[in-house]
């Protein structure tokens, strides 16, 4: 979750909804923790890959609507992935010029190799980058997290600084953005098959996930807007480098090659997110079966892998960045509200909660489906 989304996204959102960016990034992290609840019991439920569409099915009994779900979870997985291989050549940018067309058709190849190459070996590099660019974040709250300490300031004196209005409409938008930040933890469910003791492991993987990104991102989005005006923060293309630029080149090189790195490490867990949704609807004859064959040595489905790699590539050459991650939250809201959905349905026909699930209050899926309908009708009618 921590990372591309975060880097490449988080100065448009300033930009929208100004000096209260961080109520977006608050309001779409608490749309993500409702959501999670929802996920971490259907896969408490179902632990397998191409999760989304067995839930669907599990809960509706259509093999082609379930068919369907799977290929909107590999959409969301291709469009996120071509959206962090765009915003990853423009954090590149600014350490080297690279024409945009040939930079993201060599990183996109080159991620899907290593996608090819191993799951242990995919995680591995997802794990080192993960835990840089959250160090890259802390770094920041330590070097400018006294700017926190106008807080208490700006409570006391709001009319000045929103005196042309509090800006509900760009705090909605900034949301409905930021919302693409947080996207992560619902991929989590597609390597159920990978995890040990996963009907109790992978719910509080989830859930936490969910949790310290939101404080994370609530956080360093407050200090962002407090070190550096919304308005040129809206125009960098690495936002988090030119909160650093008093801190010297050295720091500033540091955190341009962080923000190329976020780009590649989000980009490469959509890509194993989708090959494996891919995999699994082609072992459940809702894809071509071709895509269900796994290679005898790296034990990967390669096949799918170079499926998934291909659209990423189309998507990244001919769509803009702002333009690709709407689309992903647009998609992934649809597959959030047909899932809650599915689980309220699931939980009000059974007759006794099966043994060793995870079983949350129905009130969450509820409330979740609520929230997620509120935000997709806000961005339609917007």
């Given amino acids: 979750m921590v990372g591309g989304g975060f880097y490449a996204l988080s100065g448009k959102v300033a930009g929208m909804a100004g000096m209260a960016a961080p109520?977006?990034?608050?309001?779409?992290?608490?749309?993500?923790?409702?959501?999670?609840?929802?996920?971490?019991?259907?896969?408490?439920?179902?632990?397998?890959?191409?999760?989304?569409?067995?839930?669907?099915?599990?809960?509706?009994?259509?093999?082609?609507?379930?068919?369907?779900?799977?290929w909107l979870v590999i959409l969301t997985g291709v469009v996120?992935?071509?959206?962090?291989?765009?915003?990853t050549i423009g954090f590149l940018q600014d350490l080297i010029t690279v024409p945009e067309a040939i930079g993201i058709t060599v990183l996109?190849?080159?991620?899907?190799?290593?996608?090819?190459?191993?799951?242990?070996?995919?995680?591995?590099?997802?794990?080192?980058?993960?835990?840089?660019?959250?160090?890259?974040?802390?770094?920041?709250?330590?070097?400018?997290?006294?700017?926190?300490?106008?807080?208490?300031?700006?409570?006391s004196d709001l009319e000045t600084h929103f005196s042309s209005g509090f800006p509900l409409i760009g705090i909605l938008s900034g949301a409905f953005l930021s919302f693409y930040a947080f996207i992560g933890f619902e991929d989590m469910v597609n390597m159920a098959e990978e995890v040990k003791n996963v009907k109790k492991v992978l719910p509080k993987a989830m859930i936490l996930a969910v949790i310290c990104t939101t404080i994370l991102y609530l956080l360093v989005s407050t200090t962002m807007v407090l070190t550096v005006a919304p308005d040129i923060l809206a125009m960098a293309n690495a936002p988090l480098a030119k909160i650093i630029e008093g801190d010297g080149t050295t720091v500033e090189f540091i955190f341009l090659l962080i923000s190329v790195l976020t780009g590649i490490n989000g980009a490469l867990v959509q890509i194993v997110m989708s090959s494996r949704v891919l995999y699994g609807l082609g072992k459940e004859k809702k894809a071509p079966r071709f895509l269900s064959g796994i290679n005898?040595?790296?034990?990967?489905?390669?096949?799918?892998?170079?499926?998934?790699?291909?659209?990423?590539?189309?998507?990244?050459?001919?769509?803009?960045?702002?333009?690709?991650?709407?689309?992903?939250?647009?998609?992934?809201?649809?597959?959030?509200t047909v899932l809650n959905i599915a689980l309220i349905h699931i939980k009000k026909r059974e007759k006794e909660i099966p043994k060793g699930i995870k079983n949350y209050p129905i009130g969450l899926p509820y409330t979740a489906l609520i929230t997620c309908i509120a935000l997709l009708i806000f961005k339609i009618v917007q």
Avoid: D
């Fill in 23 to 70: 109520l977006s990034f608050l309001i779409a992290g608490v749309l993500a923790f409702l959501n999670v609840f929802t996920f971490a019991e259907l896969a408490s439920r179902y632990p397998v890959s191409a999760g989304e569409a067995k839930y669907a099915q599990e809960a509706f009994h259509y093999p082609w609507f379930s068919g369907l779900v799977g």
């Fill in 80 to 87: 996120s992935a071509a959206t962090l291989s765009v915003a």
């Fill in 108 to 155: 996109v190849i080159l991620m899907g190799i290593v996608c090819a190459w191993g799951i242990g070996e995919s995680v591995k590099v997802v794990l080192v980058i993960t835990l840089i660019e959250v160090g890259a974040l802390c770094y920041i709250l330590f070097s400018k997290g006294e700017n926190l300490g106008q807080i208490p300031n700006i409570l």
């Fill in 296 to 336: 005898a040595k790296t034990r990967t489905p390669i096949k799918a892998t170079v499926f998934a790699t291909a659209l990423v590539l189309v998507l990244a050459l001919f769509f803009p960045l702002v333009g690709l991650a709407e689309a992903t939250s647009f998609i992934i809201l649809i597959v959030f």
